[in-house]
């Protein structure tokens, strides 16, 4: 009998690893298994392991490789090149065993058929058999060859495959991790292309790639072949789609981010050149790669093989995969997937905090998309190439802690990666090659830069943060910085529930990681000021205004929304989404907007829409701008955008708040603004809150409580009011205490207030945590909820423990 050198991906499972690496035992898996659950995937066919060593000992390559190996001198970069260069000439120039030229001619010959096309298409991806093994990631160490016809060429890309086994970062990573290179075979897959190059294309991950939180699935994409997306030669859009409500049937999209995707790969008609990269429209550059429908529908996909896999496996398995989309019949491909190798590695129960003191005063150079949350600094040294074609051998000169600035990393450059503090791309998103090893590595990376290369220059001394959130910041200088790391198993338990104030929806999932019951406090300033940086009534009139410079700026801002008050309402909406599935589906309370007008004003086009007060922290602010008919549509998109979030997205755990409220006139002129922009107490399980931090709510409190679901003591302005002085002003700043008697004993008295009226009533203001005897007054008091920041969480948990024990 004939050995198997050939079979076709529908007869393949998983326990064949073995014969035909992970790539294609996954494909084999998916096909017989999800077709049937919708889960479109194209055919194709594997060369098996067989195949390789038939190769290898029909051309006599076993004892000529380990001859040039053996020779090669460790940790030396021109030694590697020299040797890796040798072992794939020596491949490349093999011959073929008939045998297995005729099967693979038949097996190319019966595909092309099956898809009525005399030569197609198709793939022709390397699937080694140690590459998706959970010990060492080794995703996208061989090479991949897209838009192949013809039996001829096939041969030829196989045997180039062959020779990927021995790139020099292959060669490297195995050195480093102790595998034989005969130990690790190699199989082939042929598979049918799908015309992405006439749409889009990208990867989806089952989960967030940074946080490691399970909830979302993680999408990026581009126009063109999905290897731009994989390599990193663009920044690519991003979703992220909440799972739990997308389970459920919402439209649960949380994010949407606009990459910069400037070119795309497409197939070539050029005579040896299968394909070429070609510059992006304008227009199209300013729309989203996906519809939002694709966006979901591919996220119900990656929720579907991660269940398979995880069944299958009997332990929780993230999955990676990649997609596509054929521009022909519009239809949605999944072409690989493979378990993601990294945070389903990670031992649970630590937290692990980087923070830097004093950034306030330092110079921030540059910034990007943030890998990973640790904080690196060392000197620059850039590099374009490991080849020293523009006459540069950069290799040699890097050092060990130098910060590598690239255009973008290289999958051949592992060697100096491992050696770098930290790692900066101008291109690439979260997903890219450069962002999973430097991930794998442990190494913080920032990609996307767009100029680092021009702006960073060799032998600077800088420090790489990417510990602030989803935007990684290069500092000027080397910048002290801290590790704490906490176990989180052995932290005690306490009676009175601690919540969280978040305000960067960026750090939401890593926040979320923290022991917490939900978060007590939400501000949208932070999603305003961040995510949409202009003024919301400069969105809707701008064009009125006649200033062509702010209009230019709003144009930029709303790219990819069909128009100013689509793209406010969509993007707070993610930002407050991010929040509420973090910590889903406990407790959310989100305050309304209370910027005060000094602070609109700075706002893009604020300064055509506020007015100078004398005293803005007692002015126009919180709910008396809500019913003002100067604002009231502009709060009307609030409104719109918490509507969104609890009906469109299904994050019913929101609740409102309603800050800065002077009567209870004025609390019920802001519900009925709210009913008329769709959002009512009470409807839908919408629960509505009051921020307590004026006297007049203290001593009114029986009165608001008949028309609210909680208060929420913001002790700052209340210490503020209640003294009579300014918290700005460095001269009376001495008597501002929240433990002032006459501050006590209104909190004294709205909590009893509030037990009396069956009304819930917790504290989101700084005290607290700052002190301990604070701390211990409210818990006697019976406080009902303590929300705290994230960074005083675990000294607040502590000590309100010490406190309820004692």
């Known amino acids: 009998m004939s050995p198997n050198y050939v079979v076709d991906l529908s007869t393949i499972r998983l326990t064949d690893i073995d014969q035909v690496g992970g790539k294609n035992a996954s494909l084999g898996e998916m096909i017989s298994n999800l077709t049937s659950l919708g889960v479109e995937i194209p055919g194709g066919f594997a060369l098996t392991v067989t195949a390789y060593w038939e190769f290898i000992n029909h051309n006599n390559l076993d004892s000529r490789i380990r001859k040039l190996i053996g020779e090669m001198k460790k940790d030396d970069l021109i030694s590697l090149k020299k040797t890796g260069l040798e072992v794939r000439q020596l491949i490349r120039n093999g011959e073929w065993p008939d045998p297995i030229k005729v099967a693979v001619k038949e097996s190319y010959a019966e595909l092309s058929s099956r898809y009525n096309q005399e030569i197609t298409d198709v793939a022709v991806r390397s699937s080694a058999t140690a590459e998706d093994l959970?010990?060492?990631s080794f995703a996208g160490q061989q090479e991949t060859y897209l838009n192949v016809r013809g039996p001829e060429q096939v041969l030829n890309a196989v045997r180039n495959c062959f020779a990927s086994l021995f790139t020099d970062r292959a060669?490297?990573?195995?050195?480093?991790?102790?595998?034989?290179?005969?130990d690790v075979g190699l199989s082939v897959c042929i598979q049918k292309m799908v015309r992405s190059d006439l749409a889009a294309a990208g990867v989806a991950f089952s989960l967030d790639t940074e946080s490691g939180f399970k909830d979302v699935v993680l999408i990026n994409g581009s126009y063109g072949l999905g290897e731009s997306v994989v390599q990193g030669t663009v920044s690519p859009d991003e979703f992220l789609i909440f799972k739990p409500t997308l389970h459920e049937g919402f439209e649960a999209i949380i994010e949407k981010k606009m990459g910069k995707k400037e070119n795309k790969m497409i197939y070539s008609t050029d005579p040896g050149q299968l394909i070429k990269t070609v510059h992006v429209g304008n227009t199209q550059q300013n729309e989203f790669c996906i519809t939002d429908e694709q966006a979901l529908k591919l996220a119900e996909w990656v929720c579907i093989i991660e269940d398979y896999y995880t069944k299958l496996k009997g332990h929780w398995c993230p999955m990676d995969t990649e997609w596509a989309i054929d521009g022909l019949s519009g239809k949605l491909f999944i072409v690989q997937a493979r378990p993601e190798t990294i945070h389903s590695r990670k031992e649970g129960g630590g937290l692990v905090e980087y923070t830097m003191s004093d950034t306030a005063t330092k110079n921030v150079r540059l910034t990007g998309i943030a890998v990973g949350d640790k904080i690196g600094q060392g000197r620059v040294q850039k590099m374009y190439s490991l080849d020293g074609r523009d006459g540069s051998f950069d290799g040699v000169d890097f050092k060990e802690g130098d910060i590598l600035v690239t255009e973008m990393t290289d999958p051949d450059w592992e060697p100096i990666m491992k050696k770098a503090s930290a790692i900066?791309?101008?291109?690439?998103?979260?997903?890219?090659?450069?962002?999973?090893?430097?991930?794998?590595?442990g190494v913080p990376a920032i990609v996307g830069t767009e100029d680092g290369t021009e702006r960073l220059f060799n032998g600077e001394e800088m420090t790489v943060s990417c510990a602030e959130g989803d935007v990684g910041k290069i500092y000027e200088g080397l910048i002290p910085y801290d590790v704490t790391e906490t176990k989180l198993d052995n932290l005690e338990k306490t009676k009175t529930p601690i919540m969280l104030n978040v305000a960067s929806p960026d750090l939401a999932f890593k926040f979320a990681q923290i022991p917490n019951a939900g978060v007590g406090l939400a501000r949208e300033e932070f999603i305003i000021n961040n995510y949409i940086q202009a003024h919301p009534l400069a969105l809707l009139q701008h064009k009125e205004l006649g200033d062509a410079e702010l209009t230019k700026r709003i144009n930029v801002l709303t790219r990819g929304y069909d128009d100013e008050e689509t793209f406010f309402v969509k993007r707070l909406s993610y930002g407050i989404a991010k929040i509420a599935s973090a910590f889903y589906p406990k407790q959310v309370i989100v305050r309304l907007s209370d910027f005060k007008s000094n602070e609109y004003y700075n706002l893009l086009g604020g300064s055509y829409f506020e007015p100078t007060e004398e005293n803005p922290m007692i002015g126009w602010r919180g709910a008396s701008r809500y019913y003002s008919k100067d604002y009231e549509y502009a709060f009307g998109m609030e409104c719109k955008a918490?509507?969104?979030?609890?009906?469109?997205?299904?994050?019913?755990?929101?609740?409102?708040?309603?800050?800065?409220?002077?009567?209870?006139?004025?609390?019920l002129k802001v519900y009925e603004v709210m009913k008329k922009y769709g959002l009512e107490r009470g409807v839908d399980g919408l629960k509505v809150f009051l921020m307590a931090e004026l006297p007049s709510n203290i001593m009114m409190a029986e009165e608001f409580a008949e028309h609210i679901d909680g208060f929420s003591i913001g002790s700052n302005d209340l210490t503020q009011l209640t003294l009579g002085l300014d918290r700005d002003s460095a001269l009376v700043a001495h008597i501002y205490d929240e433990r002032n008697p006459a501050v006590k004993r209104s909190i004294s008295h709205l909590i009893d207030t509030a037990k009396k009226t069956n009304t819930k009533v917790g504290i989101c203001g700084q005290g607290p945590s700052d002190y301990p005897d604070f701390a211990q007054f409210l818990v006697e008091k019976g406080i009902d909820t303590i929300s705290v920041t994230p960074d005083s969480m675990l000294k607040t948990i502590r000590a309100i423990h010490k406190i309820e024990n004692q």
């Open 642 to 667: 918490i509507k969104r979030v609890r009906e469109k997205m299904g994050l019913t755990n929101v609740t409102v708040m309603i800050p800065f409220c002077r009567t209870v006139d004025e609390l």
């Open 134 to 136: 959970p010990e060492a």
């Open 171 to 182: 060669i490297s990573y195995r050195d480093n991790f102790g595998f034989d290179h005969f």
């Open 424 to 441: 900066i791309t101008n291109k690439g998103g979260r997903t890219c090659h450069a962002a999973i090893v430097a991930r794998e590595m």
